[in-house]
């Protein structure tokens, strides 16, 4: 990587920002990864926290760990400086062979009620919509927002729409939505302003697992369509696995 093309700032008292630019592309978004990446592989006594963002890396850390006795230089100082010497040694950002997750989707009626909005917006019939959607090289770019809440790109540019003008209060959980060229799948009920189109029956945040997080980062996503009677019959299912868990 060359010098001058991140940006090192404290946030607070204990974290610590990178950041590689402001426009969220995969290259991007696969330099902060790759800084990630790299910090969980070699973890630095002190650090407690490493997260991905679309272009940028937060590291949380506890400041008495990097204090200096005779206090030269403070605490964020000496974990910037190391981030640094990382960043000009060059880390790695080639792209790993992504996991490819199906998540399946039931699109439309109650579960999709933007679907035809979208689809007159576009100057598609809602089957081309569902059509372009489940085709479209989704990959998961962070998580954020609320648990497990995937922000996935690769959205084909022909559903290209704005955020709604008025948010909804509640979003179901498991809803598919898009805005921009971006998916989401909401991992709790929550407000929103995305288009909804769908909705899985898999549960994407189940903070009972672990990992509780179904999707991460750099994971390839094929959106699959489903029927009203696979939607409920894969609900139940996933309610009798629950139950012998239980």
Same mark, same amino acid.
């Not at 990446?37 to 926290?49: A, I, M, N």
């Not at 989707?105 to 089957?127: I, Q, T």
């Not at 060229?181 to 029956?201: A, C, H």
């Given at each position: 990587?060359?010098?001058?093309?991140?940006?090192?700032?404290?946030?607070?008292?204990?974290?610590?920002?990178?950041?590689?630019?402001?426009?969220?592309?995969?290259?991007?978004?696969?330099?902060?990864?790759?800084?990630?990446?790299?910090?969980?592989?070699?973890?630095?006594?002190?650090?407690?926290?490493?997260?991905?963002?679309?272009?940028?890396?937060?590291?949380?850390?506890?400041?008495?760990?990097?204090?200096?006795?005779?206090?030269?230089?403070?605490?964020?100082?000496?974990?910037?400086?190391?981030?640094?010497?990382?960043?000009?040694?060059?880390?790695?950002?080639?792209?790993?062979?992504?996991?490819?997750?199906?998540?399946?989707?039931?699109?439309?009626?109650?579960?999709?009620?933007?679907?035809?909005?979208?689809?007159?917006?576009?100057?598609?019939?809602?089957?081309?919509?569902?059509?372009?959607?489940?085709?479209?090289?989704?990959? &998961? !770019?962070? #998580?954020?927002?609320?648990? +497990?809440?995937?922000? =996935?790109?690769?959205?084909?540019? %022909?559903?290209?729409? @704005?955020?709604?003008?008025?948010?909804?209060?509640?979003?179901?959980?498991?809803?598919?939505?898009?805005?921009?060229?971006?998916?989401? &799948? !909401?991992? #709790?009920?929550?407000?929103? +302003?995305?288009?909804? =189109?769908?909705?899985?029956?898999? %549960?994407?945040?189940? @903070?009972?697992?672990?990992?509780?997080?179904?999707?991460?980062?750099?994971?390839?996503?094929?959106?699959?369509?489903?029927?009203?009677?696979? !939607?409920?019959?894969?609900?139940?299912? +996933?309610?009798?696995?629950?139950?012998?868990?239980?």
């Amino acid at each position: 990587m060359a010098k001058a093309t991140w940006r090192i700032a404290p946030q607070g008292d204990s974290c610590l920002m990178v950041e590689f630019g402001q426009k969220i592309d995969r290259e991007t978004n696969l330099r902060a990864r790759a800084l990630a990446q790299y910090l969980v592989d070699h973890p630095l006594s002190g650090v407690v926290d490493v997260v991905p963002a679309f272009t940028s890396v937060a590291v949380h850390y506890r400041p008495e760990a990097f204090a200096e006795p005779a206090g030269t230089a403070l605490p964020y100082e000496r974990l910037a400086a190391h981030v640094e010497q990382v960043l000009q040694a060059g880390v790695e950002r080639q792209a790993p062979e992504p996991r490819h997750v199906e998540i399946p989707v039931c699109y439309g009626g109650e579960f999709g009620p933007d679907l035809e909005e979208v689809a007159r917006a576009r100057k598609l019939a809602p089957d081309e919509v569902v059509a372009i959607h489940s085709q479209s090289p989704h990959i &998961v !770019y962070m #998580l954020g927002f609320a648990p +497990g809440f995937p922000y =996935i790109a690769g959205l084909d540019e %022909r559903l290209a729409m @704005p955020r709604r003008a008025t948010p909804r209060l509640k979003i179901p959980l498991g809803t598919i939505a898009i805005a921009g060229g971006q998916s989401v &799948v !909401y991992t #709790l009920e929550t407000p929103g +302003g995305w288009n909804l =189109i769908g909705r899985t029956p898999l %549960r994407v945040f189940t @903070p009972e697992t672990d990992p509780p997080c179904l999707l991460r980062p750099g994971d390839a996503v094929h959106f699959v369509p489903i029927t009203l009677a696979q !939607y409920k019959a894969q609900c139940d299912a +996933g309610q009798d696995a629950a139950a012998e868990r239980a």
